[in-house]
């Protein structure tokens, strides 16, 4: 178990004490242990495993909490999670993921309305008993009735990073079953969707039931919810479902091409081999007139997934394509893209620091930067609108360009912008002066604020920002969180026009919860010729690891590495954005 998903279950086991109105003192004790768990640089399986260090050393962490993260290590779950579980009905977990309702609101919800599901809560607002509740009022009563539809999808889907993360650890421990001879993940997980459902695991092994058994031993299950011949899902505590398929080798490929999907990205297929009087299915490729489901005749082709695509003179399309967009059609033009890749990727323009709200130094960032053998940076702390985030003046911007000469005066092989992410005013307008923003190297512009304005002013402020002649790029351009926060009301179509006639660019925040552009946009993007950048947006040396899911994305959307500015040179990036 990781550092992010300790701080998980710490923040739910104080949710639900919130919820059940216990000690403050506790609740406030497990918040902030999440917390300082959360970015803590190292991960504290090391420092448990090392015998000369306490949990208890760590600042804010006592005994107590220690022995509960000792458990979590250990086990994968903690007790007193679940008898907290058992106490509070589970549909009022649902309630917790609406924006803006603490565990306190939704415990007077429940106290006094008896409101124990998204159902109840959404025909409460309906008939506006909510905003007669103390505490609540009638803008409570909408902003909760507006949050209700991605609580329900938050409720059923997982970031990729997240499933990524439980991905990784079960691979490991399904590898100690010897008898497995392959082993890959399928369905949107392996497409690299933004969310996954469930994670369909396929195995080729002689005999399914050892893979199984290994199964119910992986550390965090709780339930075995179907155990057959070849099937068998689970539930993990984290409420995540895993499909397991036990496959023959010589079906391996079919089935791998099958259960990865996407079901759009199949109907496609099947239609395409219908017309070479073939079935495909999960066991293989099949001539029509012979039969065509497991055990009819011989199969032409179902081993590898290359040899499935390949009968049908397909190529083996990248997962993160095969979502019956224009997959088919590249592969009818002979054009399929050669998509972007990490390594491609050789600056990162949009971080912070301790300047503003990072939680590492400039000079901390500069040098991981250089260990990643990243070739340039641009360092984006807020401006000073970010009042939360103590966001730079002028005055203290320049302090920090300052800094950022000195340091380039000291490096060789690394290159550090002068830059800020200054924030697109609510009335319209940037939060610093031009002569400002005119000595920065790279200006990514955001916005913060006045996130609910209608589409008109929005649109206002986005277009100024794109027109300003100092601005670079847009940063995250549609402010959603993922499972947590509607997008801005943005035409985004309009914005990818504006910034191609203004020769601006556009973001691919990479951080997990933001993927901001997606996949549509990006696509759209690349139709006009806005060059991409892909940014980390990193608050610490860790934050500089999510490039990984930005690249994810852009491959989703088909992009190469001609399309994403940051695959460049400094030099060329600079003369794109009339910098010179
Ligand atoms: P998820 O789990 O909601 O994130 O999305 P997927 O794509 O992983 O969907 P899932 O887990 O229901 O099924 C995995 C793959 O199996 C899916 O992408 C395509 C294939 N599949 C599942 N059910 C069907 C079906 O009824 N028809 C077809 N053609 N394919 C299916
Ligand atoms: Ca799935
Ligand atoms: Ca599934
Ligand atoms: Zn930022």
Redesign the pocket.
């Known amino acids: 178990m990781n550092n992010p998903a300790i701080a998980t279950v710490l923040e739910q086991v104080a949710d639900l004490l919130e919820f059940q109105n216990s000690n403050p003192f506790r609740v406030r004790a497990y918040r902030s242990a999440a917390r300082r768990i959360q970015d803590f640089p190292e991960p504290l399986s090391e420092i448990v495993a090392d015998g000369d260090r306490q949990l208890t050393d760590l600042d804010g962490i006592g005994k107590d909490m220690a022995a509960k993260i000792a458990e979590l290590l250990e086990t994968g779950k903690l007790s007193l999670l679940e008898e907290l579980r058992e106490q509070v009905p589970e549909e009022v977990f649902a309630l917790l993921r609406i924006q803006g309702l603490g565990p306190k609101k939704a415990a007077i919800l429940y106290k006094e309305l008896g409101i124990a599901s998204l159902e109840m809560l959404r025909e409460a607002c309906e008939a506006q008993q909510v905003r007669a509740l103390k505490g609540f009022g009638a803008k409570t009563e909408e902003t909760i009735l507006a949050g209700i539809p991605l609580a329900e999808q938050a409720g059923k889907?997982i970031y990729w990073a997240e499933a990524d993360q439980i991905a990784g650890g079960l691979l490991t421990h399904m590898r100690g079953e010897k008898s497995i001879r392959q082993i890959e993940f399928?369905?949107?997980?392996r497409?690299g969707?933004e969310?996954?459902?469930?994670l369909?695991l396929l195995v080729d092994a002689s005999r399914s039931g050892p893979v199984m058994d290994r199964l119910e031993e992986f550390a965090g299950v709780t339930d075995i919810l179907a155990r057959g011949e070849t099937k068998m899902s689970v539930r993990l505590e984290v409420g995540l479902q895993i499909?397991l398929r036990v496959v023959r080798a010589e079906s391996f490929g079919a089935a791998l091409q099958?259960?990865?999907?996407?079901?759009e990205h199949?109907?496609v297929l099947?239609g395409m081999a219908k017309d070479r009087g073939l079935k495909v299915n999960e066991y293989g490729v099949y001539r029509v007139d012979q039969g065509g489901s497991e055990g009819d005749g011989e199969s032409l082709a179902g081993r590898t997934e290359e040899d499935v695509y390949g009968v049908l003179e397909l190529p083996c399309f990248p997962p993160e394509i095969r979502e019956a967009r224009q997959e088919f059609h590249w592969a009818k033009e002979d054009k399929l893209p050669e998509l972007i890749e990490l390594e491609d990727v050789v600056g990162d323009l949009h971080m912070h620091t301790t300047a503003t709200d990072g939680k590492a130094t400039l000079r901390e960032m500069a040098a991981a930067a250089r260990e990643r053998g990243l070739h340039y940076i641009a360092i984006t702390d807020h401006s000073k609108r970010v009042s939360m985030a103590r966001g730079l003046d002028e005055k203290r911007l320049r302090r920090q360009w300052e800094e950022v000469d000195e340091l380039n005066g000291e490096l060789d092989d690394l290159l550090v912008l002068k830059g800020v992410e200054c924030d697109v005013l609510e009335k319209g307008g940037m939060d610093l002066p031009d002569d400002v923003l005119a000595e920065a190297d790279w200006v990514v512009a955001s916005l913060h604020y006045g996130q609910k304005q209608p589409r008109a002013q929005i649109m206002a402020r986005l277009l100024e920002a794109i027109e300003h002649p100092h601005v670079s790029i847009l940063g995250h351009p549609t402010g959603r969180l993922i499972n947590r926060r509607e997008p801005y009301d943005v035409d985004v179509e309009q914005i990818i026009a504006a910034a191609a006639e203004q020769g601006k660019l556009l973001e691919l925040n990479a951080n997990p919860a933001r993927l901001d552009l997606n996949d549509i946009h990006l696509a759209a993007a690349s139709r006009h010729h806005v060059p991409v950048v892909i940014s980390t947006d990193a608050h610490s040396v860790a934050g500089l690891d999510v490039m990984r899911y930005g690249v994810l994305q852009a491959r989703r959307a088909g992009l190469t590495s001609k399309e994403v500015a940051n695959t460049l040179p400094w030099e060329q990036v600079r003369q794109m954005i009339g910098n010179v």
């Open positions: 889907r399928a369905g949107s997980y497409r969707r969310t996954v459902g469930d369909d499909d099958y259960f990865t999907g996407s079901k199949n109907v099947r």
